[in-house]
């Protein structure tokens, strides 16, 4: 089924709704898409950070500690 067509059925739908009914569905179609938005933000925010060089330097960073560093050794 075309996104079209998707659409022209609900809005058949809707407009077999009582007018409370309408009100719920607003607040639900609202709601829907606020989590929407918010998803696609966060999306977005993890992408830059994935991508961002601010911790490149890390990569650079030299070991402070070896196993030679260790005093007893964990073999569990």
């Known amino acids: 089924m075309t996104r079209e067509a998707i659409i022209e059925q609900t809005i058949n739908t809707i407009n077999k709704l009582p007018d409370n009914k309408l ?20 999306r977005g925010i993890q992408k830059m950070a994935a991508e961002s060089k ?10 402070l500690y070896t196993v030679e560093d260790l005093k007893e050794v964990y073999h569990g």
């Open 23 to 42: 009100r719920e569905l607003s607040n639900y179609i609202s709601f829907l898409l606020k989590q929407y938005e918010e998803s696609e933000i966060t």
């Open 54 to 63: 601010s911790f490149e330097f890390l990569d650079k960073e030299e070991d």
